[in-house]
């Protein structure tokens, strides 16, 4: 019977510390105000404002980017999949700023591509928005954070089409807002 009672002891220990460990412990460092550039990755430049804040009781990481110029200002939320214990991601790309082409992406936080200073996220399901493009061909998106620093990470979103090589479409550099 004393086994049993402190089987059951150490049981409700372990769920308690499970229950109160934070899944966005790695990114955390991300939580802030920042600012910077933001570029096609080629030559076109604007400013920026970004921020990553917990919101939901601490279940969701809010990002809202604030841009100038021909760039589109965004909103979206990073998720911890409780399920499936992964941190996801859904949100809108402008993928063709002439075009208005624009996907639907839902990510996944990749641990095999990932270190204690590069996070990758990639396309688990891909929509296109725009009624023209519905058989779209692109065919991967990925979202890497770089941290440099705790105050200075580097931001960049890359596409795929079938066949061709990850290429990027968005780069944005960013140092903490004191």
Not at 95 to 115: G, H
Request: glycine content about 4%; charged content about 30%.
């Amino acid at each position: 019977m004393k086994k049993i009672a402190v089987l059951l002891i150490c049981m409700m220990f372990t769920g308690i510390s499970f229950a109160q460990e934070n899944p966005f412990e790695r990114i955390k460092f991300l939580i802030g105000d920042w600012s910077g550039t933001i570029s096609d990755c080629k030559e076109t430049r604007s400013k920026l404002t970004s921020s990553f804040q917990y919101v939901k009781d601490g279940k969701q990481i809010e990002v809202a980017y604030k841009v100038r110029g021909k760039f589109e200002s965004s909103q979206f939320h990073i998720k911890y999949d409780t399920e499936r214990q992964v941190i996801t991601c859904d949100r809108v790309i402008l993928c063709n700023f002439e075009l208005r082409e624009a996907l639907s992406v839902k990510f996944i936080l990749d641990d095999s591509l990932s270190t204690d200073t590069k996070f990758v996220f990639m396309s688990e399901d891909i929509k296109s928005t725009s009624e023209s493009n519905e058989n779209s061909t692109i065919k991967n998106v990925r979202w890497t954070i770089n941290k440099i620093s705790e105050n200075e990470i580097k931001d960049e979103l890359e596409i795929a089409y079938t066949g061709k090589e990850m290429k990027c479409i968005r780069c944005m550099n960013l140092i903490r807002r004191q």
